[in-house]
């Protein structure tokens, strides 16, 4: 046998006698590091997968407000003045064709839910505000208008940062990479200066988010203000944006004050 040939028997160990109980340790020790390679593959396969985040149905979606909403205020009610705003509101968030089906409400608009002080708008906003399909922050008008002002992180830069859609964690949010914003009581903000330059916020963000694509049915508002109040504070151009950007969804003007 040459030297060659019996560095090949070597290496297969073939000359090794080994006992019964070596072998049967041999064995189980080749099944334990197999076991580890299969749970790891099917962990990395798991981690790696593309996540399926649920759809809801306008059903599950009404379920799913009816939840959150205890979580933001423990004792909210559905009466004869919400409920069928918030079954409205599910269809919207659901994405489901009935919410078009009389022609006056677009799905491919915004909300904005106009009703008296202490009707529960904003609690209703907040409850619907993480969904499957349409996603938004809420931040109220005054925050805005009081961001402008800031000596840093002020004027254009709180402009652009409201006139665009919000990074966010797709997993926290239903795979969305990117939210709307709902802006709080519309019309409870001031104009505002920086350096000296006075400028309605809210008034340019409106039209800033009209010009943008795909902003349209990202951005909801919540307003105490008729029709002609919103084109006294901010004029018939910004009036007439908003029209064509936001379906007008109204409580009844009976509608009880539950802060009181």
Known sequence: MTQL???????????IILTDEEKREALRLARKR???????KKYWDKVNAPVEYPRFDSEQMYFWFEKSVKT????????????FIISLLSYYFSEDPRFEENGQYSLNKGIMLVGPVGCGKTTIMRAFQVNPSNGYAIVSSRRVSEEYTDKTEGGNIAIDKYSNLLAVYPRQNFGQSEIGYCFDDLGTENAKKHFGNEVDVMGNIILNRYDLPGNKNKTHFTANLAADEIEELYGPRVRSRLREMCNFIEFSPNSPDYRR
């Open 34 to 40: 197999k076991h580890f390679a299969i749970q790891s």
């Open 5 to 15: 040939q019996e560095a090949k028997v070597m290496e297969n160990y073939d000359h």
């Open 72 to 83: 933001i205020q423990s004792d909210f009610k559905l009466n004869e003045y919400n409920r």
